[in-house]
């Protein structure tokens, strides 16, 4: 297991080292949106009895800067190496498929749950934020954070320029991400937008990790692990696939 720690290493003090832009300037842009929504809407909407519009925000915004963070630290290490040309000294290496998947998904895991402690820990500061389950919280954030990690790495090796892994990241991620009921409950919604909710995969992980908080959810956090569990799954067999057949890695 050298070999896979030594590339874990590697990983986590690539986004270290440069902490002022992927630790401390995710969380201040998730500070933002919680500033302007809560300012706007704090006074005309409340989703759950007795729940501020603002502390229902906070758990969403925390898991949307996990699940973003998490992609954006896979897909960017990945795109990078490539660009470059170092990707090759990972591949010469004597490190299985398997090792590279998870030494790259476990970074994009820590630097997620960074960037999320950082913003509930800010916000818990000026808010009454409840946690009723912390084993919720903790399960959808791990598997929410491993789930676009391995996203990340088939947006890195899918993409062949910095632009076509901008366009995965503005036309897929960001679109499913604030469409996830972050700012909204989906009860809030017209039937044909609950249903079409409902086929998004993050909808789930914000959910189930909004239920840790508050034991309220829009849907069964059962539900919610089993689907988010089955995500991951297919993402991360589709992952090592590419990794075993060396997909674009290999001309």
């Known amino acids: 297991m050298i070999g896979f720690y030594t590339l874990f290493h590697k990983e986590v003090q690539r986004f270290w080292k440069v902490s002022l832009q992927t630790i401390l300037a995710p969380i201040l842009t998730t500070l933002l949106y919680l500033l302007i929504f ?3 809407l704090e006074e005309h909407v409340q989703i759950y009895p007795g729940v501020p519009y603002t502390v229902f925000l906070i758990p969403g915004l925390v898991m949307m800067a996990v699940l973003q963070n998490a992609f954006a630290n896979s ?15 990972v591949l010469l290496s004597p490190l299985s498929y398997r090792e590279i998947f998870m030494a ?6 820590m630097r997620a749950v960074v960037v999320g402690v950082g913003v ?6 000026f808010f009454d934020v409840p946690l009723r389950s912390l084993s919720w919280v903790f399960l959808f954030a791990l598997l929410g954070s491993a789930f676009l990690g391995a996203l990340g790495i088939i947006a890195g090796i899918w993409a062949e320029k910095f632009d076509q892994l901008a366009a995965f990241q503005n036309f897929i991620i960001l679109p499913l991400t604030f469409l996830s009921g972050v700012f909204y409950s989906i009860h809030s919604l017209p039937p044909f937008w609950q249903g079409l909710s409902q086929l998004n995969p993050f909808f789930y992980m914000i959910d ?13 956090p059962y539900l919610s692990f089993g689907i988010v569990v089955t995500c991951y799954m297919a993402v991360s067999w589709l992952t090592l696939k590419m990794l075993r057949t060396g997909y674009k890695l290999r001309h």
């Open 38 to 40: 809560s300012h706007v």
């Open 75 to 89: 897909s960017s290490s990945l795109i990078q190496s490539r660009v470059t040309g170092n990707i090759v000294f």
């Open 104 to 109: 790259y998904v476990l970074a994009s895991v």
């Open 120 to 125: 509930y820990l800010v916000t818990w500061y």
């Open 208 to 220: 189930g990790f909004r239920y840790g908080f508050f034991g309220v959810s829009d849907v069964s």
